[in-house]
């Protein structure tokens, strides 16, 4: 059984910075791509980034693109996703996910398996 545990999430300031990660165990980390999405109240999950298998191709929403920056360290079965330049507008509860695929995906339909989620809260 494939299990993900997401960390990192907390109340910070607008412009501050936050690392989230999402330690995987179950199955062959490496053999998949990883993503993150997020849930605002009263909205629905949206995609913020993913990562393929090897790292080497990367996808972000327009919302976070140039501010958030996703990567992966095989060797740990970890994932994490760095955040700059925080806005309110990006606190949500974050969620790991792992996908079916090697390659990036977008679409929920794609993730197999998802994390509990971590609160970011971003004050203005």
């Known amino acids: 059984q494939v299990q993900l545990v997401e960390s990192g999430g907390r109340l910070v300031q607008t412009g501050g910075s936050l690392r989230l990660s999402c330690a995987a165990s179950g199955r062959t980390f490496s053999s998949y791509s990883m993503g993150w999405f997020r849930q605002a109240p009263g909205k629905e999950r949206e995609f913020v980034t993913a990562i393929s298998w090897s790292g080497g191709s990367t996808l972000y929403a327009d919302s976070v693109k140039g501010r958030f920056t996703i990567s992966r360290d095989n060797a740990k079965n970890t994932v994490y996703l760095q955040m700059n330049s925080l806005k309110p507008e990006d606190t949500a509860v974050y969620y790991c996910?792992?996908?079916?695929?090697?390659?990036?995906?977008?679409?929920?339909?794609?993730?197999?398996?998802w994390g509990q989620g971590t609160q970011v809260t971003v004050s203005s």
């Open positions: 996910a792992q996908s079916r695929f090697m390659h990036t995906r977008w679409g929920t339909s794609a993730y197999d398996y």
